[in-house]
Structures are given as C-alpha cells and as structure tokens.
C-alpha cells in the first residue's frame, strides 16, 4: 500500500514539473515585427528583407503565408532561439526573428 502511495506521488509530480517546464513564456512585442506560417515562407520574408524586397514582402503578407505583429500585442514563446524563435500568436505557430523577443 505504501509503495503504491508513493508511486502515485511521484508520478502526480512529475507532471506537475512537466507541465511547468512546457509552459510558454509570454512577451509584450516592443515594435511592430513579422512572423510566418513555415520555415518556407520565414526563409523567404527574410531573403526579401534582406534584398531590400518591399514586393517581395507585401506578397507573403498578402498571401497569408506571414503575418504584421503590432507593438504592443503578446506573444507567446514556443521555442527561443539565437535568429528564430517559435512562437504563438492568436492560436498560430509562427516563425520570428528571435532578437525582436528579447526583453
């Protein structure tokens, strides 16, 4: 009976822990930013940022494959990363720039 208790207990917190440590950290995005649906379309936006493509851009945004983050709007941070980061905004998984997440 013992041992049944106190396997019960360490199950019960080790899913406690691992709920915790799933658990997304949410941020206030400090400028207006872009996130895109696929790895795909964030390779691309970031060619056409780079390649000073304002057509390019407005293309992915228009399409659906990207979308524009306001200032000011929360996001949360799936999986932080050195360039990209995943995150969560309004029920999608995105990829952004991971430096434009940094407190």
Sequence with gaps: MQVRRTIGLVLILGGMLAATAAKAENVIVKRQM??????????????????????????LIAGGQCL????????????????????GYRG??????ADQLRR
């Design 34 to 59: 872009v996130g895109c649906a696929d790895e795909a379309s964030w390779t691309a936006m970031q060619q056409h940022e780079w390649d000073k493509n304002q057509q390019g851009v407005s293309q």
């Design 68 to 87: 524009v983050i306001e200032a000011g709007e929360t996001v949360a941070i799936l999986r932080p990363g050195v360039l990209t980061a995943t995150i």
């Design 92 to 97: 999608k998984k995105l990829f952004a720039r």
